[in-house]
């Protein structure tokens, strides 16, 4: 009988070591790269909102052209005169740019959020359902060996 009772929480540490674990490091690793994707398309969380501001605040106050200051890298800016603001480029990723219209580039912007968001949200489920069944498993194995419950 206690020959049976070792063989089944072998089995069950086995479960968890080589099934378990690995399956939650996976999950966690692969909601990293999401978080990645986001701070890649987005680098300051602020530029997005600064981006949806903007576009907000040319519609509203029906801007045609403006003048600004563009960053050619290392901190060195030159002006630029936009003729034609009805139109702008988004970074997509992966170095593509995309030409919008104002309530296009909202509209991405918004979709785009919301699949980071329920991406992130399916696995950080995943990741606790796998830690779920870990702690099943280890309290099956404490039944087994008889030992006293955690409190």
């Known amino acids: 009988m206690d020959g049976l009772i070792q063989e089944k929480v072998r089995r069950f540490?086995?479960?968890v070591d080589l099934r378990?674990?690995?399956?939650?490091?996976?999950?966690?690793a692969?909601?990293?790269?999401?978080?990645?994707?986001?701070?890649?398309?987005?680098?300051?969380?602020?530029?997005?909102?600064?981006?949806?501001?903007?576009?907000?605040?040319?519609?509203?106050?029906?801007?045609?052209?403006?003048?600004?200051?563009?960053?050619l890298g290392s901190e060195v800016y030159m002006q630029a005169e936009v003729p034609d603001t009805q139109r702008i480029f988004v970074d997509i990723g992966l170095g593509f740019?995309?030409?919008?219209?104002?309530?296009?580039?909202?509209?991405y912007i918004s979709v785009?959020?919301?699949?980071?968001a329920k991406q992130i949200e399916e696995y950080t489920c995943?990741?606790?359902?796998?830690k779920a069944?870990?702690?099943?498993?280890?309290?099956?194995?404490?039944e087994l060996l008889q030992l006293p419950g955690e409190r």
């Not at 740019?97 to 509209?107: G, N, P, R, Y």
């Not at 785009?112 to 980071?116: H, Y």
């Open 13 to 15: 540490e086995e479960f």
């Open 20 to 28: 378990l674990k690995p399956d939650l490091v996976h999950a966690i």
């Open 30 to 71: 692969e909601r990293d790269k999401v978080f990645e994707q986001q701070e890649v398309l987005y680098p300051f969380e602020y530029d997005i909102l600064n981006l949806r501001r903007n576009i907000e605040n040319l519609e509203k106050n029906s801007v045609t052209s403006l003048q600004t200051l563009v960053n």
């Open 97 to 107: 740019h995309v030409e919008f219209t104002w309530s296009e580039a909202l509209k």
């Open 112 to 116: 785009k959020e919301e699949s980071l």
């Open 126 to 130: 995943l990741i606790a359902s796998i």
């Open 133 to 142: 069944q870990i702690k099943i498993v280890c309290e099956g194995i404490r």
